[in-house]
């Protein structure tokens, strides 16, 4: 089975630039979350989605947006970039987001801002 | 919102020792707890879990106990190996909020 996949594993962008993540959940699993991960910070909830709706969110500006398709595949956005949010990207899936499901991870997304 | 503290921050063990890494959360709802052992290069990949109605689970070296009175939980490992070598998080759910980590060495 394969695993959850995240594109691309690196970008470069500039400030003021926007971007999109994309990430594929394992087959099967409809819940889709996102992280923040820095030195400074740790890891960090951004949002989760599940059957195409935002059912939870963590606390990042409106800078930071997502959705989800029918196939649960899911993007993020990040608009007007900062220095502050070169970090790495991480997508987890699982089945339907309850308590009790594991969440399992990509590789993720390491985006730079220059 | 939970909150999650770990400790240490940094480990070093000698292989064949033990290695054990402590976690507090503060919201007393949270009922189920991962721990994730991330390599370089790579994102965190989930070694073993625990619900609030379990004390301790094994998965053969690895460990974790929970004391929900106490709000905290550990994860204990034995018979350290170079390969066990990672930066380890602990993590209390719902939504899932991380520890800030413990880089594990494990010197041969």
């Known amino acids: 089975k394969a695993g959850v996949t995240q594109t691309p594993r690196y970008l470069i962008k500039t400030r003021g630039q926007q971007v999109t993540l994309s990430c594929s959940p394992i087959?099967?699993?409809?819940?889709v979350s996102w992280y923040q991960q820095t030195p400074g910070q740790g890891l960090q909830f951004l949002f989760e989605?599940?059957?195409?709706?935002?059912?939870n969110k963590g606390n990042f500006p409106g800078r930071f947006s997502g959705r989800q398709f029918s196939n649960s595949r899911s993007e993020m956005n990040v608009s007007t970039l900062e220095l502050g949010d070169s970090a790495l990207y991480l997508c987890a899936s699982s089945l339907d987001g309850q308590l009790n499901q594991p969440q399992h991870f990509g590789d993720g997304t390491r985006l730079s801002i220059l | 919102g939970e909150n999650v503290e770990q400790h240490p921050s940094t480990l070093s063990v000698q292989e064949g020792d033990s290695a054990v890494i402590k976690c507090t959360y503060s919201?007393?709802?949270?009922?189920?707890f991962p721990w994730y052992k991330q390599e370089l290069g790579k994102g965190p990949q989930l070694i073993i879990d625990i619900r609030s109605n379990v004390g301790e689970k094994k998965d053969q070296r690895i460990a974790v106990t929970l004391n929900k009175t106490a709000k905290h939980f550990s994860l204990h490992i034995t018979e350290t190996q170079p390969e066990d070598s990672a930066v380890y998080f602990c993590?209390?759910?719902?939504?899932?909020?991380f520890g800030g980590g413990t880089r594990v060495l494990v010197k041969p």
């Open positions: 989605y599940f059957s195409e709706t935002q059912r």
């Open positions: 993590a209390a759910f719902a939504p899932l909020t």
């Open positions: 919201d007393s709802a949270s009922n189920y």
């Open positions: 087959s099967g699993h409809r819940s």
